[in-house]
C-alpha cells in the first residue's frame, strides 16, 4: 500500500505563500495521477488541484488558479503545490490523494494524513 506524506503547512498571513510537499513510497509513484483536496473548518472536502502521470496534463479549482501550481518529480516520488497570494479562505487541511489511474478520476484511491494552512487576514 501506498504512503503519502505531506509537509509544508502553516500560518502566514494574507497575499503569502507557501509551497506543500508530498511524499510518496512506491517505485511506480510515475504510473498514477496525483492530487490535492481541502478541508476547511465547517465544509465539506474539496478537490483543489490534480497533475497526469505525466506532469503535461494539470487541473484546477476555480477559486485557485491563478495562485497554487501543481507539480510532480516522479525520479524523486515527489509532488508539490504552490501557493500563491494566500486569502484566508484558504486555510484549510490539505491532503495528498494519488489516483488509480495515469489520469485523475473523481475519486482518488489513496490519501495522505494531510497538512494544516492556516492564513490569516
Known amino acids: 500500500q501506498v504512503q503519502l506524506v505531506e509537509s509544508g503547512g502553516g500560518l502566514v498571513q494574507a497575499g503569502g505563500s507557501l509551497r506543500l510537499s508530498c511524499a510518496a513510497s512506491?517505485?511506480?509513484?510515475?504510473?498514477?495521477?496525483m492530487g490535492w483536496f481541502r478541508q476547511a473548518p465547517g465544509k465539506e472536502r474539496e478537490f483543489v488541484a490534480a497533475?497526469?502521470?505525466?506532469?503535461?496534463?494539470?487541473n484546477y479549482q476555480d477559486s485557485v488558479k491563478g495562485r497554487f501550481t501543481i507539480s510532480r518529480d516522479n525520479a524523486k516520488n515527489t509532488l508539490w503545490l504552490q501557493m500563491n497570494r494566500l486569502r484566508p479562505e484558504d486555510t484549510a487541511v490539505y491532503y495528498c490523494?494519488?489516483?488509480?489511474?495515469?489520469?485523475?478520476?473523481?475519486?482518488?484511491?489513496?490519501w495522505g494524513q494531510g497538512t494544516q494552512v492556516t492564513v490569516s487576514s
Open positions: 497533475i497526469s502521470w505525466g506532469g503535461r496534463s494539470t
Open positions: 512506491e517505485h511506480t509513484f510515475n504510473n498514477y495521477a
Open positions: 490523494v494519488k489516483y488509480n489511474s495515469p489520469l485523475p478520476r473523481a475519486v482518488p484511491g489513496e
